[in-house]
């Protein structure tokens, strides 16, 4: 969100921008710390979204601002070139631009004004929706050779070796290729994807919690070392490599270990059969698969925290909700539901109202 009234490109810069772009932020349905090991996803795109209006410069400048980020307000600036991890929300402008270098993209400096309405912290993909539309504006500003899975995946690069998020490829793929109207059933490993659409008689809610998680943080990248620990010693590449006729050799690994790969290996089947659900509208059978995947993440990946456990808690009781559970890399962040049509928007403002009067903290409905 935009804070207080920014100033506009033109006033910040003194000339028009030349190039706009915009991404949006995502919602995961199902298919959670899988994409790591090489699994499935199913995530949809949201409304909100991220906005760059970019103009190219005549030299090696890059000044940058963000309507965004007030307490850090102000245009920063940077030389490619020169650019150096810690400035905030600068590191994914300076990010992207040495990724490309890096990659071989030759081009000059700009101006660039940032703002978006996918909330920071809310599982939803920020990162990623920056990432990915400030690719888009520098493609079509330097007319880059960029074909859009490459894109995505410089996207996951600046976020792993710029930013430090040892993140999947998940997000930027959801940014750059899904779309709101069908989830975007994406293989991590072959990077094959489809679109899959939702079934007339369900609609997606998302509430973000208002606790805000970061993924530069230990929690994200220990889960991620356990993953490779338990494939290593279940003598497989990436977990995606075992299926549910190997959760007993799963289950016979030390904790946290069988628990960690046990949810990664359930959760991947779970996709599986969420996509066979939507395809041939079985609405009953959707419900039971996003309670399952979330009690995965909170017993077993252990990524839940208390807030996010009441808003899935709260939807359960709700008549219309097929089924709910945490979305996005978790420890704080947003659940997504589904809904029967046509209930959504006074099922979710119902959960949000309960939530905040029992946590304290202020939830935000985001969908519908
Ligand atoms: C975060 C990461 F960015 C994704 O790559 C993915 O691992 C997700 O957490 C968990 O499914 O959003």
Redesign the pocket.
Known sequence: METGTAPSFEALFGHPPSVVAHAPGRV?LI??????NGGF?LPMAIPQRTHVELRPRKDRTVRAFSATVGSQGGVQEFVLGQQAPGRGWLDYVQGVTLVLQREGFSFDGFDVRISSEVPVGS?L?S??ALDVCLLRALREAFSLQLEDVRLALLGQKV?NDFVG?P?????PMACHLADGGSALFLDTRSMSFERVSLPAGVEPIVINSGVAHN?AAGD?RTRRAECERAAALLGVPQLRDLTEADLPRVAALPDPLGRRARHVVSEDARVLATVTALRTGDLAALGPLLYASHVSQRDDYEVSVPQIDLLVELARGEPDVLGARLT???FGGSIVALARTGTGAAVAQRIARAYSARSGHSATVLVP
Not at 31 to 36: A, N
Not at 167 to 171: A, E, F, N, T, Y
């Open positions: 995961n298919g959670e710390h899988t994409d790591y996803v599982g993909s990162s990623a976020e998020a993140v999947g490829v998940m997000d993924h994200y996005g890399g978790g």
